[in-house]
């Protein structure tokens, strides 16, 4: 007979946050989501669970609660998925800190690029001493938006994707509690590989930053159909040589962004452009109005500087990403270089190839 169903805690009630909660409640598991927002929390109680329509599942998904409080969010919760921005890890994981309980899975949906490593060096400089397994996973399992508070549109879910554990030697039994409700999820090596193949990093900042004419005319434009045009395609596609070649300094054959759409979407073409504008989850999705966006000011600092870093640390040549991160710094007046995740604050600083793939197989330094 199967045993009961996992608890989840949902942290985070964005596009993400609001479809993984619906889509849970609708499947029959207990969904608890946690928010800042007080009126995001309040249209989700009065509701009692989120409304799902306009995409590939619809239907009103129960939601046990939702609340501003982490601690009655975590409390007794199985898996606690964090999916918001990676600009709010930090703070989550130290709100989570003092709350988590042994026996959880802090599951980040997705982590960017060193999500994990940074939720666990944060745990052990707060001294959080629950027994917990940390995972994440390499991107968002939907494609989906929230037209409004309490509704959610998934407009697309992966056929499969990557989750890892660190430290890995934990990854099989984080996989397999996840997988009772996402079959499609599976094992990667080591959140080296979840995190490099971490591919907002790829898709968003340079096509973005290359679109800033159609961006500040504030026209209508669609992102991935007429962003993404031949030329920036091109562009895109060697920078993500670049990211496929740090991964192969640590041991790692990473697929590329062109693999990754066949696996994720079954989006075939020619090339990129073609590629993303075959690809229906894409079809709907707008292009920006302003360059204030989390496709500059995230997946930089969170997805291009870590990866950086790290091929500097290995002797790879990354001057696409480098480019992209001064660029992006220059347009909007960031510092992305000091803001990021930094080796420093992955707890990778001053590590040797070596010492740190032993580090996310083993957990330890030494």
């Known amino acids: 007979m199967k045993g009961k169903k996992n608890v989840w805690t949902i942290v985070g009630g964005g596009n993400g946050g609001q479809s993984l909660a619906g889509h849970l409640g609708l499947m029959g598991y207990e969904a608890r989501l946690y928010d800042i927002m007080e009126e995001t929390v309040d249209i ?22 939702a609340t501003t409080d982490i601690a009655k969010a975590v409390k007794g919760a199985d898996i606690v998925a ?3 921005p990676a600009l709010a890890h930090a703070t989550i994981a130290r ?19 060193g999500g994990a490593l940074e939720f666990a060096k944060i745990f052990r400089d707060n001294g959080c001493t629950a027994d917990v397994a940390i995972s994440e996973a390499m991107s968002l399992i939907y494609a989906c938006r929230s037209p409004k508070k309490g509704t959610a549109s998934i407009k697309g879910i992966k056929k499969s994707l990557m989750v890892a554990a660190f430290p890995a030697n934990r990854t099989d039994e984080i996989v397999a509690k996840i997988n009772d409700a996402f079959p499609q999820m599976y094992a990667g090596r080591n959140v080296l590989q979840t995190s490099l193949e971490n591919l907002n990093s790829v898709m968003h900042p340079g096509p973005t930053i290359l679109n800033t004419a159609n961006i500040e005319s504030q026209r209508s434009w ?11 395609g091109t562009f895109v596609e060697e920078l993500d040589k670049e990211r496929q070649a740090v991964g192969k300094a640590l041991g ?18 020619g090339n990129l452009t073609e590629i993303c504008r075959s690809n229906p989850a894409y079809a709907e999705i707008e292009g920006q109005k302003q360059m204030e966006t989390r496709y500059i000011l995230e997946d930089i600092p969170m997805g291009l500087v870590p990866m950086k870093e790290l091929g500097d640390l290995l002797g790879v040549k990354t001057d696409r990403m480098a480019m992209i991160i001064k660029l992006g710094g220059y347009l909007l007046d960031r510092k992305f270089e000091d803001t990021g995740r930094t080796l420093a604050k ?13 580090y996310v197989e083993t957990g330890k330094k030494q």
């Open 95 to 113: 709100n989570l800190s003092g709350v988590l309980e042994d026996g959880q899975i802090v599951f980040i949906h997705p982590g960017a690029t």
């Open 82 to 84: 964090v999916v918001a």
């Open 252 to 269: 790692l054959e990473l697929k590329s962004i062109v693999e990754w759409y066949d696996v994720l979407y079954g989006a075939k073409g």
């Open 44 to 65: 989700i109680n009065r509701q009692g669970g989120v409304f799902l329509t306009e995409g590939i599942v619809e239907g009103f998904g129960k939601v046990a609660f």
């Open 222 to 232: 669609k992102y991935y159909y007429d962003g993404i045009t031949p030329s920036i």
């Open 346 to 358: 992955l707890g990778l600083e001053g590590m040797s190839r070596e010492e740190i793939i032993r």
